[in-house]
């Protein structure tokens, strides 16, 4: 029997940051064995945790007046009697729903509205019982369920506060093992009468809280996911409009797609301290302001007030940080107008001064034009210059160098991201501009640097700013050839790698959605339509693998054959990109084993790595070496 284990988990007031969520399929499958298996599918599909079903032996819920004449009692039972007895799955059939919750690893959970049921249920295995608003205070049943060792999910339609709250003194007397989800029973129930704030009530009465829902539309969830929720359960069907009490106030699998995608993104939005991601750094470093001399300070002075104003970039020490370094004296001198940072007042190794290191690779660094002259004492095996659309224009014409040259072609030209699967024509044009510039940037740079043939590092595109998903991805890389073709290079003289990229890439101050060469199936169909190779960012992949359930080991050795440079850093979620290897989640042990049998240049991508006489690079070189010299 499948079990995620997420309900314990939950039960068990573990520090969790996830929503266990429900779909309900309840009796919407009108008894047939084939709707309800498919509408199990589709709530996998949607990314539910469990599906929910409801069993009845009738004999035992009503009496056999009812049953033989229902309408020798309410008028509703006219129509309620020959329903359920309609609609009522055969022991059988929930044998064979098991077997494919199982095969898609799905928790089952059933509601048992009788003695007999419960006993049937826990002897099929499910993860919980989910206990009806109308059973709430059937305290034998509950006790009887209780006896199987499963949690009861109980809803609390129907009843009073009073209620509750006795019925809930009641349970802790019986020692159950429960959970309140609060409820609204109408079918479909109208927002006026939802009360969501008195969740708050019931986390007075049970730790664990839920939400079971009968309204329309998807965002009531989400806003008790919000409020603390930790379960939530809505009903799912394929016709809002078949006969039957619950479909009425049901959703389509698109609507539980989209619920479920709205509850793990408030997930992630929740958090649990105040962090910032990289486009804030950006955005930070470009509005922000920092602590700039009004004239030129050399070493050994002592640092006053009246020595400073406040100017961007913020990239040095911030104004409500500065009085940690009055009367400090520096160890380094500061031109007038170049912003203050915390190193300039410590002892800092320089670049010339790092220490040899022993990779069994061509390692490199990273720089740009301007301050090539800091890193070229390293007389690294290569050198990667990453170039921006400004740098292109530059006459850049350095010493000879034993290095191998690698240049990072731009990713953005006048505000725009260069994208040669875009649909916009222009952009396409003017992309193919930027890289075409770059192919010749790279060959008039790499006379200085003749001893290998260089490498032209470049983003192919496929990002959109507000399109998170896109169902056919081969639509990218077909454009991608179309118009890689256009191109004038020659394969002998300059090789050509394109750059996976993470799924949620930050640019131009906010964060965008890439489609385009992450699957490997992509990448391998561009890269043997040309006979390219790639550039392999390990934090890109981590990112997109985190994102998609992916083993980054099994993605690893999938791209390998293709990889000529590598780009390294550390990685977490779906968007913490460019950390210091061992403050993110890659596992390097199992990663750098699938490299290490292949020959290519490669170097740390750690962010803001350069600044600084490059400590941050320096710091990860320095980790690599220590553990991974043999793979790199």
């Not at 494919?100 to 049921?117: G, K, W």
């Not at 290519?600 to 690079?617: K, N």
């Amino acid at each position: 029997m499948f079990d995620s284990g997420k309900i314990k988990k939950i039960f068990n007031q573990e520090d969790i940051d996830f929503t266990y969520i429900v779909a309900e399929i309840g009796i919407n499958h009108n008894g047939s064995l084939k709707i309800a298996i498919e509408l199990l599918e589709a709530a996998k599909d949607a990314g539910v945790d469990a599906v929910k079903f409801q069993k009845r032996d009738l004999e035992s819920i009503y009496s056999k007046k009812v049953l033989e004449d229902a309408n020798s009692s309410e008028w509703s039972f006219e129509y309620l009697i020959p329903l359920l007895k309609e609609v009522e799955l055969s022991e059988e059939d929930y044998r064979i729903i098991r077997n494919r919750c199982d095969e898609l690893e799905l928790d089952l959970i059933v509601t048992p509205f009788d003695e007999v049921s419960a006993k049937f249920i826990a002897e099929l295995g499910v993860s919980a019982y989910k206990i009806a608003s109308a059973d709430m205070t059937n305290i034998p049943l509950l006790k009887k369920c209780n006896e199987y060792g499963l949690p009861l999910l109980i809803s609390t339609g129907m009843w009073t506060d009073e209620d509750i709250v006795k019925c809930s003194e009641i349970y802790k007397i019986d020692k159950l093992k429960y959970a309140f989800l609060l409820a609204q029973s109408t079918y479909p129930a109208s927002y006026e009468t939802l009360n969501l704030k008195y969740l708050e009530k019931l986390k007075e009465v049970t730790p664990i809280v839920g939400y079971s829902g009968h309204e329309r539309g998807t965002f009531i969830p989400v806003a008790a996911v919000a409020m603390g929720c930790k379960i939530i359960e809505k009903h799912i069907t394929f016709d809002v409009n078949q006969k039957g009490p619950d479909h009425k106030a049901s959703m389509l699998p698109d609507e539980w797609k989209e619920m479920v995608y709205q509850i793990r993104m408030l997930e992630k939005a929740m958090g649990s301290s105040k962090d910032i991601n990289q486009a804030e750094i950006q955005n930070k470093e470009a509005f922000a302001k920092s602590a700039v001399p009004i004239r030129d300070l050399p070493i050994g002075h002592v640092l006053i007030k009246a020595d400073l104003v406040y100017k961007s970039p913020g990239k040095g020490i911030f104004p409500h940080e500065i009085h940690n370094f009055i009367g400090k004296v520096l160890k380094k001198p500061i031109k007038q107008d170049h912003y203050i940072n915390k190193t300039d007042f410590e002892d800092t190794i320089s670049i010339a001064d790092w220490e040899e290191f022993s990779f069994s690779k061509k390692w490199g660094a990273k720089c740009r034009f301007h301050d090539y002259d800091d890193y070229k004492v390293l007389n690294s095996p290569s050198i990667e210059f990453h170039c921006s659309q400004t740098d292109l224009d530059i006459d850049f014409k350095p010493e000879i160098s034993d290095s191998e040259l690698i240049i990072h072609a731009p990713e953005i030209f006048d505000r725009q991201l260069v994208d040669i699967c875009s649909e916009d024509e222009y952009i396409v044009k003017e992309s193919l501009n930027i890289l075409q510039r770059s192919i010749d940037k790279t060959l008039e740079i790499s006379k200085y640097f003749p001893k290998a043939k260089p490498k032209l590092v470049m983003h192919l595109g496929g990002m959109y700013l507000n399109k998170r998903e896109l169902s056919d991805t081969s639509i990218l890389t077909k454009r991608a050839i179309q118009n890689f073709k256009k191109l004038n290079y020659d394969s002998n003289l300059i090789d050509i790698l394109p750059e996976n990229l993470p799924p949620r890439p930050w640019y131009l101050g906010g964060e965008w959605f890439q489609h385009g060469f992450m699957l490997t199936k992509d990448m391998i169909e561009f890269c043997n339509y040309f006979d390219l190779g790639i550039t392999y960012d390990i934090c890109h992949a981590s990112l997109y693998c985190n994102e998609f359930g992916i083993d980054l080991a099994d993605y690893t050795r999938e791209i390998m054959p293709l990889v000529k440079h590598i780009h390294i850093s550390d990685a977490y979620g779906n968007n913490g990109e460019g950390v210091q290897i061992g403050e993110g989640s890659i596992d390097f042990d199992k990663v750098l084993k699938e490299v290490e049998p292949y020959e290519f240049t490669w170097m740390p991508e750690i962010w803001s790595g350069h600044l600084h006489q490059g400590s941050g690079t320096y710091k990860c070189m320095q980790i690599l070496n220590k553990k991974y010299s043999k793979e790199l």
